[in-house]
Structures are given as C-alpha cells and as structure tokens.
C-alpha cells in the first residue's frame, strides 16, 4: 500500500557507543525520568509535612524494586525466546530489556515493603540482636504506605511520559501498520529490537504506538490531577491512577505487534492490565470515598511521618 507522507525518524539509537560503554536514548530518558519522579515526590512530600528523608530513603528500596521488576517481568516474558538457552544472558541488563508493568509493581512493592518492614517489631528487634554497632535501634518517621502511594502517582505518571521520550526515539517497539498521515517510519538501519533478536521489525511505516501511550499518559494526569486531595481512604488515588492506566494500556497495546501472546492473543503487557483492573475496580467502587478537597498543613503530621488532620 502507497503511503503519501510518514514522519521519517533516522536518530541513532545510542548517544555513545564507544568500547564497552553504551547509553542509549532509552537509558538516557530513563534517568531523567527517574530523578524527576524521586525530586516530584520529595517536593510534593514535604509540603505536606512528610519529612525529606524518609522520601529519600522508601525512593532508594522503590528505585530497586523497580529495577528488579522491570528486568524479571521482562525476562518471564522472553525467557523461551531469548534466555532459556542462554541463562546467563538474565544478567546483561545493558543490553536492553525492561517491562513498565514491572517496573511500576516492583516499584511500589519495594517501597511499600521497606516502609511496613523497617519499623516492625521484629526488624527492631534483629537490630538490636544482629546490627547494634550502627545505634540503639529506633522507628524511623516514616509516611504510610497509601500517602506517599497517592503523592506518587502523579509523579510516576510523568516519568512514564518522560520515558517513552526515549522508545519514540530508538524504535524498540514494533506497531501495526498504518497509513495515516502521523505515520512512522525508522530509517536508521539498526534498531534495538532487531539486535536483540527479540523483535523483527520491518522497514516499512506504522503507528507511533509509544508516543500514543505518551499522550495518554499526559492526558490521564491531567484528567486525575484535580482528584490527588479529593480520594479516600489514603491509596485510592493511586489505586484510580492504576486502574485508568491499566485500561488505556490493554486497547493500545492492540496497536503494538509482540513476538509473545498468551491466551485470547493478549500480549504479556495486556493480562497484567487485566489484572490490575480487576484488582483496582472492585476496590475503588467498594471502598473508596470522593470527599471535599482541604489544604494541607506541614504542622498536621504526626511524628510518624503520617498525615494528621487537615488545618481548616
């Protein structure tokens, strides 16, 4: 089929390729991503009284749950394809080969594990038994799992629009034919996916399937945003944010050609969506509450590092 215009994208997947040191476009807007996400969440944080370096400290246990979940999501998916007769290659994370559901599970996985560990009676108690040369153990000032979660979700939304920044930009991900007039077509002759034997790509146009799921991430922050203070009980905006992007994510990935499908011809990206939602609905429509927005005053937190009441 003749297309008569396309938008021609010849970037080099890599910023430096020189010897054994590779940054990508990808890795690059990952960082970005990542240290505006962590400088959000500490500003928006502290405003409301959260101390800074409790922030800090759950961002440290989040940023490598979300590596690890991004990497282990990935490999579950590929594992016949690309590591089951190569096992080794699981640990060559600079090759490429992350999952967003991964990295946004693994994420508040670990945060959410660190803040209901560090100050259990039996964390205490190992420290005292086990580490007492680092000080008299002690509870940290540490927010609740559901305030920071619901500080978060704005944040993580941005970084996951920064992000696709990177995947608009190297290729990665292969989409369905199209011949609209926002049609892509990637000139430079190699391409991530097709390196990493993951993805055969072909040369012709398609649709910009990540920078569609761009879009819907501003888009959804925007939409979400008035609702940040409005939630209750704490979480349910992070819970909405879930359930939002879960569904956006399941009929976009309709656009995306995977070399992996599972049951129904759903993609590995589209049942974890599926599972989302069907965590995240039941509990918005049982348990949550919209209630009337108030300021927040710094003052409120108790020592816990939790919100208290609002100043009226």
Known sequence: MEVLAAINIGINPNILDFGSVLLSWHGFFTFVAVAVSVYLVHRWGTREGILGDAILSVAVWAIIGGIMGARVVHII???????????????????????????????????????????????????????????EPHRAALPGVGVLADISAPAVLLSMAIGRIGDVINGEHCAKFTDLPWAVRYTYEVRPGITLGELQCGPGVSHPAVAYELLFDLALLAVIWPL????????????????????????????????????????????????????????????????RAEPVSPASTDRRGRRGRRAR
């Not at 080969?97 to 100050?119: D, M, Q, T, V």
């Not at 349910?236 to 599972?262: D, H, I, K, Q």
């Open 77 to 135: 998916d590929f594992w016949g394809a690309s590591y089951a007769d190569d096992p080794i290659q699981v640990l060559y994370v600079w090759r490429g080969g992350i999952a967003i559901y991964g990295a946004i599970l693994g994420g508040f996985a670990g945060g959410a594990s660190y803040i209901l560990i560090r100050n259990s009676a039996w964390f205490l108690a190992m420290w005292a038994r086990f580490f007492r040369f680092a000080g």
């Open 228 to 291: 940040r203070h409005r939630l209750r009980p704490h979480g349910m905006f992070f819970v909405l944010y879930g359930a939002l992007y879960s569904t956006g994510r399941f009929f976009l990935n309709f656009l995306r050609v995977e070399p992996n499908e599972y049951f129904l011809d759903l993609n590995q990206a589209q049942i974890l969506a599926l599972l989302v939602i069907l965590v995240a609905v039941p509990l918005l429509v049982f348990k949550a509450q919209l209630v």
